[in-house]
């Protein structure tokens, strides 16, 4: 199965919307890009930030996974 990863030079990424508290910071995003084969990519990003003395030190990242695979490898059959 041979990944159709993004086109060089087609990532493209929107803040859409950021959250900060205390030492936590969640930021919303929209990831963009073409696929090597031409199709577009845009997917709903969300990353939950903990900053420690100014630096990010731990991050979890929450995206359409099945979307991303799909589009990636191309969808798979469904029982």
């Known amino acids: 199965?041979?990944?159709r990863l993004a086109e060089?030079?087609?990532v493209a990424l929107e803040i859409t919307?950021?959250?900060a508290?205390?030492?936590r910071v969640v930021l919303q995003w929209t990831s963009r890009a073409r696929?090597?084969?031409g199709r577009d990519y845009e997917n709903e990003c969300l990353g939950v930030f903990t900053v420690r003395d100014g630096t990010i030190?731990?991050?979890r990242e929450y995206m359409d996974t099945l979307y991303a695979r799909d589009t990636a490898f191309g969808a798979a059959t469904r029982a």
């Open 1 to 3: 199965m041979r990944a």
């Open 57 to 59: 030190a731990a991050v």
């Open 17 to 19: 919307d950021t959250i």
């Open 8 to 10: 060089p030079g087609s």
């Open 35 to 37: 696929t090597r084969d």
């Open 21 to 23: 508290e205390g030492n």
